[in-house]
Nanobody, 124 residues
Framework: QVQLVESGGGLVQAGGSLRLSCAASGGTFRPYTIGWFRQAPGKERESIAAISWSGGNTFYADCVTGRASISRDNAKNVVYLQMNSLKPEDTAIYYC?????????????????WGQGTQVTVSS
């Protein structure tokens, strides 16, 4: 079983950037596909990006395409989500999650382990 811890959230002005990190403890990232999700107040949790265990396959939701980049360092057991050109509508709690499948997936129920989330607030 792997435990996930997100970091890197905070308050940023519109147009700014953040790099979110998802670190694993109690295990290794290597067998897992990692996804990033976010949940804004009053809205459902949505998938925004995912990366396969090898790093060779990635997924981006339309809402972040061109503004986000997901990467992983399996040696350090860390997955990163670089977010640029942030907008107020990006304000949400951001979660990372792990699944044992080899390819990225977008369904919440396809992921087995979840972090506690990190708050991202974008001011206008």
């Amino acid at each position: 079983q792997v435990q996930l811890v997100e970091s890197g959230g905070g308050l940023v002005q519109a147009g700014g950037s953040l790099r979110l990190s998802c670190a694993a403890s109690g295990g290794t990232f290597r067998p897992y596909t990692i996804g990033w999700f976010r949940q804004a107040p009053g809205k459902e949790r949505e998938s925004i990006a995912a990366i396969s265990w090898s790093g060779g396959n990635t997924f981006y939701a339309d809402c972040v395409t061109g503004r986000a980049s997901i990467s992983r360092d399996n040696a350090k057991n860390v997955v990163y989500l670089q977010m640029n050109s942030l907008k107020p509508e990006d304000t949400a709690i951001y979660y990372c999650a792990a699944r044992s499948g080899r390819l990225p997936a977008t369904g919440i129920h396809e992921y087995d382990f979840w972090g506690q989330g990190t708050q991202v607030t974008v001011s206008s």
